[in-house]
């Protein structure tokens, strides 16, 4: 192996540029060239792709989003566009591909290795549901830009006697929903794996108000279907008034948290690792603080759970 590429694809995630810093520094370290590809799968099909080397990822470790930019590409997944990609990759020579990214990022990392393509891929979207990895990269930084948001929102709601309803990421994942609102300890967790239930978060509401409670923050997951439309809700049982904050793309930037920079720093270097052993079509995760690897498909065949112990305690502390 001579020289491998590396892209950033699907939403952006803090801790993708210690990533890109690790895998490129590893590689060179062990004599590989690497090719930074930009804008994810549609820069592959048009050769957006220039040489890194020690020096260009330095000083990028604290940066959030991504030095290589990111992109969804539509024309990856017909047929021209992605045998012009699998073609870009001969053509320059690149023996190995390192993808970052989120779960459809890595089905597309894939499709490549079905045609002869070494690839390995590193896990990183803010909504932690990629199988065979406890965390995904920049979920952490997620969810303490969450939790930020909820100290403030907390200060105001208490002076003002008010329940806040704060929307966070999560179509189909409550994962930093469950995480931020235990964390941020807020009154009700509401997240797309579990049915609502209006009648007892307004309970709960209407109950810490008996005991002289001044606020209540309610972490609403944008897949149970929007903080606006819970917020109806409760007004319509509890009669109070609501606010709603919905955090938005707010909870992907900032600088990654030291938790995400360890993980895309092992994972990187452990991704470059996989390429040098001749292994293909797998992706690095990390399991009880070890680092790992999966096959990519077997991987995503999985269904990344709720910890259902974890929602449990979320309900028993907010009593
Ligand atoms: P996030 O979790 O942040 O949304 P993601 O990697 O899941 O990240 P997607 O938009 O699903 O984001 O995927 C990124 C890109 O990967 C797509 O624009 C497309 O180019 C490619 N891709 C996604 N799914 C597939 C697939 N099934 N086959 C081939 N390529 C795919």
Same mark, same amino acid.
């Given at each position: 192996?001579?020289?491998?590429?590396?892209?950033t !694809?699907?939403?952006d995630?803090a801790?993708?540029n210690?990533?890109?810093?690790?895998?490129?520094?590893?590689? /060179?370290?062990?004599?590989?060239?690497?090719?930074?590809?930009?804008?994810?799968?549609?820069?592959?099909?048009?050769? =957006?792709? @220039?040489?890194?080397?020690?020096?260009s &990822?330095?000083?990028i /470790?604290?940066?959030?989003?991504?030095?290589?930019?990111? #992109?969804r590409?539509?024309?990856?997944?017909?047929?021209?566009?992605?045998?012009?990609?699998?073609?870009?990759?001969?053509?320059?020579?690149?023996?190995?591909?390192?993808?970052i990214g989120?779960?459809g990022?890595?089905?597309g #990392?894939?499709?490549?290795?079905?045609?002869g393509i070494?690839?390995?891929?590193?896990?990183a979207?803010?909504?932690n549901?990629?199988?065979?990895?406890?965390?995904?990269?920049?979920?952490?930084?997620?969810?303490?830009t969450v939790?930020?948001a909820?100290?403030?929102?907390?200060?105001?709601?208490?002076?003002?006697?008010?329940?806040?309803?704060?929307?966070?990421?999560?179509?189909d994942s409550?994962?930093i929903?469950?995480?931020?609102?235990?964390?941020g300890?807020?009154?009700?967790?509401? /997240?797309? *794996?579990? *049915?609502?239930?209006?009648? *007892?978060?307004? =309970?709960?509401?209407?109950r810490?108000?008996?005991?002289?409670?001044?606020? !209540?923050?309610?972490?609403?997951?944008?897949?149970?279907?929007g903080?606006m439309? &819970?917020?109806? =809700?409760?007004?319509l049982?509890?009669?109070?008034d609501?606010r709603?904050?919905?955090?938005?793309?707010?909870?992907?930037?900032?600088?990654?948290?030291?938790?995400? @920079?360890?993980?895309?720093?092992?994972m990187?270097a452990? #991704?470059?690792?996989l390429?040098? =052993?001749?292994?293909?079509?797998q992706?690095?995760?990390?399991?009880?603080n070890?680092?790992?690897?999966?096959?990519?498909?077997?991987?995503?065949?999985q269904?990344?759970?709720?910890?259902? *112990?974890?929602?449990?305690?979320?309900?028993?502390?907010? /009593?």
């Amino acid at each position: 192996m001579k020289r491998i590429g590396i892209l950033t !694809s699907g939403g952006d995630a803090a801790g993708m540029n210690a990533a890109i810093r690790a895998v490129v520094r590893t590689a /060179i370290y062990h004599g590989i060239e690497v090719e930074g590809i930009l804008r994810g799968y549609a820069g592959l099909i048009y050769g =957006e792709i @220039r040489e890194l080397n020690v020096s260009s &990822v330095g000083d990028i /470790i604290h940066r959030g989003g991504t030095i290589l930019l990111t #992109a969804r590409s539509t024309e990856f997944m017909e047929p021209d566009g992605f045998n012009q990609a699998v073609k870009m990759l001969k053509r320059r020579n690149i023996d190995g591909l390192v993808v970052i990214g989120g779960d459809g990022s890595l089905r597309g #990392a894939s499709k490549l290795h079905g045609q002869g393509i070494r690839v390995v891929g590193i896990p990183a979207t803010i909504d932690n549901d990629i199988p065979c990895t406890d965390y995904a990269i920049g979920f952490d930084t997620a969810v303490n830009t969450v939790i930020d948001a909820i100290n403030k929102l907390r200060d105001t709601a208490t002076s003002h006697e008010r329940i806040f309803l704060v929307e966070v990421m999560g179509r189909d994942s409550g994962q930093i929903a469950l995480n931020a609102g235990i964390a941020g300890g807020a009154e009700s967790i509401l /997240i797309p *794996e579990f *049915e609502p239930n209006f009648d *007892e978060v307004s =309970e709960r509401i209407l109950r810490g108000r008996d005991r002289g409670k001044l606020h !209540s923050i309610i972490i609403v997951a944008e897949g149970v279907g929007g903080a606006m439309e &819970v917020s109806r =809700e409760i007004k319509l049982r509890t009669g109070l008034d609501t606010r709603v904050t919905i955090l938005g793309h707010i909870q992907r930037g900032g600088t990654p948290t030291a938790f995400d @920079r360890m993980l895309a720093s092992r994972m990187g270097a452990k #991704a470059v690792e996989l390429l040098l =052993e001749g292994k293909s079509n797998q992706m690095v995760g990390m399991k009880n603080n070890t680092i790992i690897e999966c096959d990519i498909d077997w991987a995503l065949a999985q269904s990344k759970e709720i910890d259902e *112990e974890v929602y449990r305690l979320a309900n028993i502390l907010a /009593i």
